[in-house]
């Protein structure tokens, strides 16, 4: 059976996305990152196992996949964006109410009903499945009890204040299945539900 790893940035405090303009991750997606070497190597492993992508119809929007798929155009040597290059390959399955067909490669769109159609995908053949943001759609997984796996990269900064993805699930209990400190700053925890 198929896991969803929900792999998100966020803060020593907890958020995935500030309030203000406040440049807090160590790689922001652009061309400069802060990630030292072996942060890199161990992101791109991950891509390894994973052949499908569960995207929101506003991350779609907003311009992930075109993003993405620029930046392994614009490095397709450079060994760290091996994982675009498995970004732009690996099937897209857009969870949506609101469009009815995708303009996107390799990408469909599925009905909005998140535990119908992610079990569905859960039982299907191949890798396991990724999903990356945006915080509402992360929160909405969470609190449907879809993740198998959080990986959560923790950023050395303290926000205060913004968005989070576990204020809709209530009290759970978390396995904790593995943690890593980077010379960058950057800590990566990884959980799974326990029970």
């Excluded at 997606?29 to 030292?36: E, I, L, P």
């Excluded at 490095?75 to 949506?96: C, G, N, T």
């Excluded at 900064?157 to 759970?172: E, N, P, S, T, Y």
Aim: glycine share 10%; aromatic share 12%.
């Amino acid at each position: 059976m198929k896991k969803l790893i929900l792999q998100m940035q966020m803060s020593v405090d907890g958020f995935v996305g500030a309030n203000e303009d406040h440049h807090w991750q160590l790689w922001e997606w652009g061309d400069d990152s802060a990630w030292d070497d072996e942060l890199k190597r161990d992101f791109n492993a991950v891509f390894a196992s994973i052949d499908t992508i569960l995207l929101s119809r506003k991350m779609a929007e907003e311009g992930y996949l075109t993003h993405w798929g620029n930046a392994a155009k614009k490095f397709p040597r450079d060994p760290f964006y091996a994982f675009a290059q498995r970004i732009v390959e690996a099937q897209k399955v857009m969870l949506s109410d609101r469009l009815k067909a995708s303009r996107w490669e390799r990408t469909r769109v599925a009905s909005g009903n998140l535990p119908r159609e992610v079990n569905a995908l859960k039982v299907g053949e191949g890798g396991d499945m990724a999903v990356f943001g945006g915080a509402g759609f992360a929160s909405a997984l969470i609190a449907a009890g879809l993740v198998d796996e959080f990986q959560l990269f923790v950023n050395p900064a303290v926000l205060g204040a913004g968005r989070r993805i576990f204020d809709q699930g209530g009290f759970k209990t978390l396995r904790l299945l593995g943690s890593k400190a980077y010379a960058c700053g950057m800590v990566v925890n990884r959980y799974a539900p326990a029970g």
